[in-house]
């Protein structure tokens, strides 16, 4: 394995410990580098650190090709080569489209490197993932989230650890400043990359990236910011806890499909009601970044506190349905309708987006899944919430063989967050 650059006149082996503590117990460990600054320097650190390890974990590169610039394979490829001088694994992950996204190029950018990571993870059996977000990205996040009126949870900013399509994303650097990696770079001439989109007035982070000299000159800096981040995500663990614990006595799922006890959430404070609703709309309808917008949400609970709320409500495409029995959410049809989707013999895949099905035992013989009707509807859920789930049925439409196991399992809601 080569030699790895020094980092004592930096980072203390005493500092590298602690940053890099949460690997210790972690067997393969994924290492998001994009080529920038902050990533190259995570890499070299979370190296430097395992190089000092009596049982290190398997480290392994990931670099995702956008294809959104001509230099991007290039960027992609020079990440490579350090890492092979490193004498670390690294696979490039290209994000295949036919052409350029005409809107919100970055969250669609950042969808895609997120989904790329995690499959990657997942097919490498890494336990983990490393992301090189920094004090500063966490107080542009900050100020982000404070320009688009979020609450408590957008203002606890980006945590340490976040769990994406099932794979743990570790963020090590998140106290560190950006300026000290950078410095550490450039003072053993490892070269790095600048993407003019973290400079371009198109996009807010950039925007609000410019304004930072200017707030720190009044105090609010990024340290500042960081902490009140910190503060916040105190703040919602306790709201979350709140949550968890009314959804516990107010909330039943049946898998795709919730009921939730009106009396219940009557005698609860607005924003646990809040949380409780929202977090149901995710795991009904998971999208890949942002929760539902607040302002739906909040319309909906200030109505129903008047008394005012309608029998049947939609938001980010999860019907309220009002009942004797309770509040049903299940997804809703849509102009479309559910899709209907053929798997060809055993094996499976994501219906509606958010549930995996899975088909052993078919003797080759094509499946369908599709949305339940007639006798294949539960009997224990309103007919328009179980007609909102998923059902099997032969494509040739003789009964299915003995031996014929299908499962469903449910895609979690938890959304990612904003990144750089």
């Known amino acids: 394995m080569a030699a790895t650059p020094p980092v004592e006149a930096a980072f203390a082996a005493e500092e590298l410990g602690r940053l890099f503590a949460p690997l210790s117990p972690l067997a393969r460990v994924g290492i998001a580098v994009s080529g920038g600054p902050d990533s190259t ?18 480290l392994s590169i990931l ?11 290039a960027e992609a490829d020079a990440v490579l080569a350090q890492a092979e001088r490193l004498g670390l694994a690294a696979t490039k992950l290209i994000w295949q489209h036919d052409s350029l996204p005409r809107s919100d190029i970055q969250a669609q ?43 408590v949870r957008g203002l606890a900013g980006m945590p ?22 950078t410095a550490y770079l450039e003072a053993l001439g490892v070269p790095y990359v600048r993407d003019p989109s973290n400079q371009s007035d198109r996009f807010l982070r950039a925007r609000v990236r410019q304004l930072m000299p200017a707030l720190a000159a009044l105090g609010l800096d990024a340290s500042r910011l960081a902490d009140t981040a910190r503060r916040m995500a105190r703040a919602d663990q306790a709201l979350a806890a709140a949550t ?37 709309l995710r795991a009904i309808r998971p999208r890949p970044v942002y929760p539902p917008r607040a302002e739906a949400p909040e319309r909906w609970l200030a109505a129903w506190r008047r008394g005012e709320a309608p029998r049947r409500a939609t938001m980010a495409g999860v019907v309220l349905d009002r009942r004797s029995s309770g509040l049903w959410l299940y997804a809703e049809a849509g102009r479309q309708g559910l899709p209907t989707v053929t798997i060809a ?7 509606d987006d958010r549930c995996h099905v899975a088909v052993k035992g078919s003797t080759g013989r094509p499946v369908l ?27 040739d439409g003789a009964p299915p063989p003995a031996g014929l196991e299908v499962a469903f399992v449910w895609q979690s809601g938890e959304p990612a967050d904003e990144a750089p």
Request: aromatic residues 4%; contains cysteine; charged residues 25%.
């Open 369 to 395: 899944i599709g949305p339940a009707s007639g006798d294949a509807r539960r009997p224990d859920l309103p007919k328009a919430a179980a007609a909102s789930l998923p059902a099997f049925a032969m494509a």
């Open 345 to 351: 013999g055993d094996g499976s895949c994501l219906w």
């Open 109 to 151: 950018a950042r969808d895609a490197r997120y989904r790329l990571m995690a499959a990657a993870a997942r097919d490498q059996g890494l336990d983990a993932v490393l992301l090189a977000h920094t004090r500063d990205d966490q107080a542009e996040t900050v100020l982000m989230r404070l320009q688009r009126g979020s609450g």
């Open 244 to 280: 968890a614990e009314l959804g516990q006595r107010a909330a039943r799922d049946f898998g795709g499909v919730v009921c939730l006890d009106e009396a219940e959430l009557a005698a609860a404070p607005d924003e646990i009601v809040l949380r409780l609703i929202t977090s149901r």
């Open 41 to 58: 320097a995570l890499m070299l650190l979370a190296h430097a650190w395992a190089e000092r390890q009596p049982a290190p974990p398997h």
């Open 63 to 73: 670099t995702v090709d956008h294809a959104l610039r001509p230099a991007s394979a």
């Open 160 to 181: 340490e650890r976040r769990v994406i399509a099932g794979v743990s994303f570790l963020r090590p650097l998140l106290d560190v400043p950006k300026a000290r990696l």
